[in-house]
């Protein structure tokens, strides 16, 4: 036989798409951690998984439902490739009742997880010429999943003297003829924000100004514990069409059962009419879909979870924020200039000048993770070099414990 046959070319963008995903950022900071020589356990503040802590326990009826799906035995079969009706159903169900009109079935796509939505409608939006809008700073896999496809990417500012809203004037600097859409995390990722009603509409309006649609990443909806209260960018959708990204894994607290959706939230039809829901449909059609026993599971999860279950959980979120806020003012090294109101993050500017030996913000969370066992997520991942995301999801003892250690390691470090 040809040995030739068996030669292949490493695809050397999938390598460096997979490089920028948070999972292998992270990875390699781990990899700088030896407890037995800091004597410290690790302290995980780099990702949005608070499940490993009790206070973020799921709630007994998201458990049961799937307990009684799995032994029902009726869910062992393959499923849709869009999805089972009756947890689409439900689903539309469940955002219509913040929206002024109703979602149908046919406006709801399941997919396993807000990453796999990412990369479906990142294909759909794929032709050639074509550009997309997206945020910085922003999160990761939009710009991992971009850079195997033909889009050209443009980045907007999010403005931090201004609590990260959206910089209109340079999103219209930014578009053209051959814009196609424009990416919205809210509440915010990477920065713990959360857009006003107004801004909102600005947003809108902006969007259909410029002919493009909106990517709502609503994957912290309703976890905003501040002033301003979640609204779902549908309520905008007779302004701009929206195609919003959803999932069980952070409000429901169970980001290991990769469940999601894309929703239409379109009352004019132009997403239906311009033949996007149909591509939306042939791409789900190729690829794998959520597992049906959770599938059959959510109707009940999202018609059972009591509000006092989502009212607990931003309360222990809006604490540990405050907690964080306030003790991150003990070092005066770092800066966060913007207290977080949502999600379970927050943006920490790093002053590197203040630093005997550290040269960036990735040399930063190294030396962190060697010498203090904590783990953060640089800011060059998400676009703002010096930077450093810091996830506050975590028990009051533990930010305690980890905002005391970069303190001492700030202090270590710092001119003298």
Known sequence: MDNQKWCFKENS????????????????????????????????????????????RTSTIVEDALVESVRSTKFNCYAPGVGIDSARRTVAEHLSKDL?????????????????AIEILLKVFSQPGANILFPTPNYP??????????????????LPEKGWEVDLDGVKALADDKTVAI???????????????????????????????????????????GEKPFIPMGVFGHIAPVLTLGTLSKRWIVPGWRFGWIAITDPNGILHKTGIAGSIKSCLELTADPPTVIQAAVPHILENTPESFFLNINKILKEASDLFYERLKDIPFVTCPHKPEGSMFAMVKINISAFDDVVDDTDFC????KEESIILLPGYSVGLKNWVRVSFAAEPKVLEDAIGRMKAFCFRHAKH
């Open 366 to 369: 190294m030396k962190l993770a």
């Open 141 to 158: 896999l939009y710009e991992a999943q971009s850079s195997l496809s033909p889009l050209e990417v443009r980045h907007f500012n999010l």
């Open 100 to 116: 002024p009109y109703k979602l149908t079935t046919d406006d709801i796509f399941l997919t396993v997880g807000a990453n796999h």
């Open 13 to 56: 963008e999938v390598h460096a798409a997979a490089a920028f995903t948070v999972r292998n950022i992270l990875q390699a900071i781990i990899g700088n951690i030896d407890e037995t020589r800091t004597g410290k356990p690790m302290i995980h503040l780099g990702h949005g998984d608070p499940s490993v802590y009790p206070c973020f």
């Open 183 to 225: 990416v919205l995390i809210n509440p915010g990722n990477p920065c713990g924000n959360v857009f006003t009603f107004e801004h909102m509409q600005k947003i809108a309006e902006t969007a259909r100004q410029l002919g493009i649609m909106v990517i709502a990443d609503e994957v912290y909806a309703y976890q905003a514990f």
